[in-house]
């Protein structure tokens, strides 16, 4: 749990300043009594390990209050037997040595309860990603789904020996652009995008977005040649684009990879790997 804190630095934030304005609230209360610097050592040292079990645990925090105990022992000791003076009556020695037993295991639970909560809330996060296969900017399934579907097309065309074809598009510089148009102009770009792809291919083609700067559309019952009229209907769409101002159109360099099922191909990624290498020696 030590990388906890690190991720969530206002949690700790809230319990180290509910930790230092619990004395204060305290000494409100009371009117602000004088305090004598042995007991503000203490109170100082009770805080100290507090924050150690706040942020370390309760290991952490019970080691440090051992350590303060020794101390706190060892002159006490000191002063009975050598120098004799009194500066702590028998009551407050009780009440600051239980204060700095009960410290560090009051916050070691509370950094355990946050941080397994946390972790808790976490692993929830993880389990509703897996199931979200929704790309939220274009509205297309994400690269999750695109691997399932794959093969799931690729089983369905061994079966039954239909053709299907896979069709890759990668927007060159993409990141480039995002850097020089910023967030607002990329998602106007990615949704001008997808739209150019749900209005040029069938509804039964099912389409993606696998990566930042790439879409992927399979093309049930359809052979490789038939792709390339596909590309030649959203080629030239693609390459233009007019910024969310309308004060101004882009040329985008776009690239295109395309891959047929045939028997000879092992599963779904093989078939996946070739559609990637013809994107990546693409030649406009």
């Known amino acids: 749990m030590k990388d906890f804190y690190a991720k969530n630095q206002t949690y700790l934030f809230y319990q180290l300043l509910l930790l230092l304005l619990t004395p204060l609230v305290c000494l409100f209360a009371a009117g602000f009594p004088p305090v004598s610097w042995s007991n ?14 706040t942020v370390f645990g309760l290991v952490a ?9 020794f101390v706190f022992g060892s002159i006490l000791l000191w002063k009975a037997f050598v120098s004799s003076a009194i500066f702590l009556s ?22 355990k309860w946050v941080a397994t909560t946390t972790a808790e809330n976490q692993e929830m996060k993880d389990k509703f990603d897996q199931l979200v296969t929704i790309d939220e900017p274009t509205g297309f399934d994400n690269y999750k789904r695109f691997l ?12 039954t020996g239909a ?12 990141q480039q652009f995002q850097t020089l148009y910023g967030a607002k102009e990329t998602l106007h770009l990615l949704q001008s995008l997808s739209g150019v792809l749900w209005n040029h291919t069938r509804m039964t083609d099912r389409k ?3 990566a930042d700067d790439t879409f992927a559309v399979i093309l049930s019952n359809t052979k490789e040649e038939n792709a390339d009229i596909v590309i030649g209907k959203i080629g030239s769409l693609f390459k233009t684009h007019v910024l969310a101002n309308q ?6 360099s776009v690239a295109f990879g ?4 045939n028997e000879g191909l092992g599963d779904a990624k093989e078939l996946v790997q070739h559609a990637n290498d013809e994107l990546e020696q693409y030649i406009p």
Do not use: N
């Open 163 to 174: 053709p299907f074809t896979l069709l890759l598009i990668q927007v060159k510089y993409f």
């Open 40 to 53: 503000a050592l203490l109170l100082a040292a009770v805080l100290l390990i507090g924050i150690a079990g």
């Open 61 to 69: 925090g019970l080691g440090l209050s051992l350590a303060v105990l």
């Open 90 to 111: 028998p009551g407050e020695i009780v009440i600051w040595m239980a204060a700095i037993l009960a410290a560090p295991v009051v916050t070691g639970m509370l950094h």
């Open 208 to 210: 993606f977005r696998i």
């Open 148 to 159: 399932f579907e794959m093969e799931d097309e690729f089983k369905r065309s061994r079966r």
């Open 258 to 261: 395309v891959a047929s099922y």
């Open 247 to 252: 004060k101004q159109a882009v040329t985008l």
